[in-house]
């Protein structure tokens, strides 16, 4: 007994370390301004009592911002509790794996290989929070109880399925809306079909979500946020965009299959075969629960599947790939036991986790910065002591980083300087920790996107949001950190000739808008 808890044990302290360490490594390696410090302001404006919905506009992450906070009190506000929280993320998407994995009965030996080749491919392709990587951390973790509240009949796995999936939606509204209906579905006629304790499973379903939810909206009621903030800025405001891109979808082959094909080639062989199980050998539908195991593992597969196409980002899934690897070999060795089949997967696995990792850890592609000489990189502490050990280079300034640190450090010098109420919009998102400026940016993202244009219905909404914060916080001045982020705030105003502006250097520009009746 002493052997085996010892062996767990040490099996548990590898995952960690090694999914723990490779995230940290990569998430020192590079930054894209836009979304390598999206949680980092955020996640202080929390800590000072700053909060989503109510303090600032947000589409996308609330969770996030709070975990963040939780991260800079226990380590200070710094780039390495920063990173911290997205390698216990990594580790902790690892350690549902390989547990999954062991309790379908793959071998220990395959279901360590298969976890190290999703810690490889999860978090580390950006290293840092990012709310797309945590929705589908904790949706694939809902999958995985999912799974299991079925095939080991236990009712608290029922439980642990919404309440992964409530956590998945708080990071990104994506595919938690469309896994909450699919297993809904599927669990209907797996209940009808059973006809044993569906009450007690189908209640344990429901408090998975209803929880949570509860606490959340607790948390909102106390926090004094309002809950028509929440359904504005989070669901209907979202909505909208989602609408538009489900009409606009393309589904050509390149984009459909070609870009997924080795998740293609690791999930196919295994559906291939549950489907020759159920034909072939006559297993009836609306008693064998492996059948109900394959439809909600396939099905999810291809529900993330669509949704990464929604979400029109780099590709964050390949991850998917050692998973579907493992629950294909998992079949075969159950029902086909036929080597050149599990020969064929390792193959697959070990040539696209390679790929896959120059191509997104090594070339950082999802950073922007494939082409990018990452030796070129400036320490970090050039700019400010929080950094230190940060690798810093950008796509902005790809051949001479220092001067992009220069013209930062310059404008930091400047923003500290002036005593002045003011906001601080950029993509350069740490500028108000570093600054210790109290005022949170009335958005926390500034792309075209995630505040509504003028032909959206909730512009006035959010245009009343926007100048209200300007105007109870008696905002002085607004600075304007990086390129072209002016045109939104411009846009809000009916006359500009009230602002003042100044340009400091090629990234800083400051509106004084003392003159303006907002």
């Not at 669990?187 to 509860?214: H, Q, T």
Request: charge should be positive.
């Amino acid at each position: 007994m002493i052997k085996v808890i010892s062996h767990k044990y040490t099996v548990y302290t590898f995952l960690f370390l090694f999914s723990f360490i490779f995230n940290f490594y990569y998430g020192y390696r590079g930054v894209l301004p836009i979304d390598s410090f999206l949680i980092f302001d955020s996640g202080y404006f929390v800590l000072n009592g700053k909060y989503p919905f109510r303090d600032f506009w947000t589409i996308t992450g609330p969770l996030l911002d709070y975990i963040q906070s939780i991260f800079f009190y226990l380590f200070n506000v710094n780039w390495y509790s920063y990173v911290f929280h997205a390698s216990c993320l990594n580790f902790l998407l690892v350690l549902f794996s390989y547990s999954f994995f062991n309790k379908l009965g793959l071998k220990k030996v395959y279901s360590i290989i298969y976890s190290v080749g999703v810690s490889i491919l999860a978090y580390p392709s950006i290293g840092t929070p990012f709310p797309d990587h945590h929705a589908f951390i904790f949706a694939v973790i809902s999958m995985y109880f999912m799974i299991l509240a079925i095939s080991e009949k236990k009712k608290y796995y029922y439980f642990l399925t919404t309440f992964f999936l409530f956590f998945s939606f708080l990071s990104k509204q994506t595919s938690s809306f469309y896994l909450l209906t699919f297993f809904s579905f599927i669990l209907a006629i797996y209940f009808f079909s059973e006809k044993k304790d569906n009450v007690k499973n189908i209640g344990y379903f429901l408090f998975g979500l209803v929880i949570p939810l509860s606490i959340f909206l607790i948390f909102l009621k106390f926090t004094d946020t309002p809950i028509k903030s929440f359904f504005v800025q989070y669901i209907l405001y979202p909505y909208s965009i989602g609408g538009e891109r489900i009409l606009n979808l393309n589904f050509d082959f390149n984009n459909t299959i070609s870009q997924f094909k080795f998740i293609y080639l690791s999930f196919i062989p295994g559906l291939i075969v549950s489907f020759y199980i159920l034909i072939f050998k006559k297993i009836k539908v609306t008693n064998n629960s492996e059948v109900y195991i394959s439809a909600i593992f396939f099905g999810t597969i291809l529900i993330f599947l669509y949704s990464q196409l929604l979400t029109k980002n780099q590709i964050l899934i390949f991850s998917l790939i050692p998973i579907c690897c493992a629950f294909s070999q998992i079949i075969f060795e159950k029902y086909y036991k036929k080597k050149y089949l599990i020969y064929f997967l390792m193959i697959i696995f070990i040539y696209s986790t390679f790929k896959y990792h120059i191509r997104f850890n090594e070339d950082k592609k999802f950073m922007e910065l494939n082409g990018v000489n990452i030796n070129n990189f400036v320490d970090g502490s050039n700019l400010d002591k929080s950094f230190s050990g940060l690798k810093w280079i950008t796509h902005l300034y790809p051949k001479n980083p220092e001067d992009e640190i220069n013209l930062l450090a310059e404008s930091i010098k400047v923003i500290k300087s002036e005593k002045s109420k003011k906001i601080i919009i950029t993509d350069y998102q740490f500028i108000s920790s570093i600054t210790k400026n109290k005022f949170s940016t009335p958005n926390k993202w500034h792309d075209k996107i995630s505040v509504p244009g003028k032909d959206n219905k909730f512009y006035e909404i959010y245009k009343e949001f926007f100048f209200s914060k300007i105007k109870n916080n008696k905002i002085e001045k607004i600075y304007f950190v990086g390129f072209y982020k002016e045109i939104f705030f411009l846009d809000l105003l009916d006359s500009k000739s009230c602002i003042k502006k100044r340009q400091i250097n090629d990234l800083l520009k400051i509106y004084d808008i003392r003159g303006c009746l907002l």
